[in-house]
């Protein structure tokens, strides 16, 4: 199969899994220090979007892992889902294996955790179709080997991190409407954290205090230097809200207070800058999800 337009997903079938892989903000992003191994210490604060990828996962039992929805300029043993599912067969000695698709819609070096939300997505789903029953605290231990922001979508509760972005401290946040813009570049996220102009010594902030306080992106004075696709983006949205730039980019965002004056904004926009509008969230969408299928099972 070339794509998930030939797969047919029946919801009471056990072989198959189907999960969203939800987009992420970073509604602030300070960093803190630069360490020996040359990561970046932060602090920021995570909320998830319900905007997503799906996956589809459907069983094999000859060990094989085969992503099936090609990938422009990413090989097959490289992509973070077959990464993933296949750190999941071998911590777990699983002789299970997965045909898997996706519907993609998160753009690629976007600052929103695509590829990220893949891996964990991919962790979550695999561990409940091969019926490893790896604790979430193992499956981000796992995922943190693929990359600083999967153990938040492991996790799939909005929160306070520290570290790398592993350090998770769950925080209950208003969950407003966004209007998300996406500038037509794919930015990497090594080359901003490389650039000799980023801020690396911001001082340590309370936890507490974010919420009311906010914060900035410490990536943002670095990326609108470089990309004027970015800074042009922030302009447009500046005109309608407070408009901020999440991780290292290239996706813009600004808040809220209902879906109503978010889609206005978002149809203005959209003919000088492309779009989506979505409601935040402190739960996952593929963690509501996955209650909704063990509670299936239960029944």
Request: include cysteine.
């Amino acid at each position: 199969m070339a794509s998930t337009s030939s797969v047919v997903i029946n919801r009471l079938d056990p072989t198959i899994v189907s999960l969203a892989a939800p987009a992420k903000l970073n509604l602030m992003l300070h960093i803190t220090g630069q360490r020996a191994d040359g990561y970046h210490n932060l602090q920021t604060l995570f909320q998830f979007l319900d905007y997503a990828d799906t996956l589809h996962f459907k069983l094999r039992n000859d060990g094989v892992i085969q992503l099936h929805t090609l990938m422009a300029g990413v090989e097959h043993e490289k992509n973070l889902i077959v990464r993933a599912a296949k750190l999941l067969q071998q911590q777990t000695q699983i002789t299970l294996g997965a045909d898997i698709w996706i519907d993609k819609v998160l753009p690629m070096g976007g600052g929103i955790g695509g590829g990220s939300s893949n891996a964990a997505t991919t962790l979550l789903a695999l561990n409940h179709l091969w019926h490893t029953a790896q604790p979430l605290n193992n499956l981000a231990q796992l995922g943190l080997t693929l990359g600083a922001d999967v153990p938040v979508f492991i996790h799939g509760q909005a929160c306070f991190a520290e570290g790398v972005g592993e350090i998770l401290y769950p925080i209950d946040l208003k969950e407003p409407w966004f209007v998300v813009g996406i500038p037509p570049v794919s930015i990497s996220t090594a080359e901003i954290f490389s650039d000799k102009e980023l801020t690396r010594n911001s001082p340590l902030i309370n936890m507490r205090s974010v919420p009311e306080q906010g914060g900035r992106n410490d990536c943002q004075p670095v990326v609108e230097k470089r990309y004027p696709q970015v800074r042009n983006a922030l302009n447009l949205l500046n005109k309608y809200c407070e408009a901020k730039l999440t991780g290292t980019g290239s996706c813009v965002f600004g808040s809220f207070p209902n879906q109503d004056k978010a889609a206005k904004v978002a149809h203005l926009l959209s003919e000088s800058l492309p779009c989506f509008v979505a409601k935040g969230a402190n739960v996952s969408l593929a963690h509501r999800q996955l209650q909704n299928l063990s509670g299936a099972k239960d029944t």
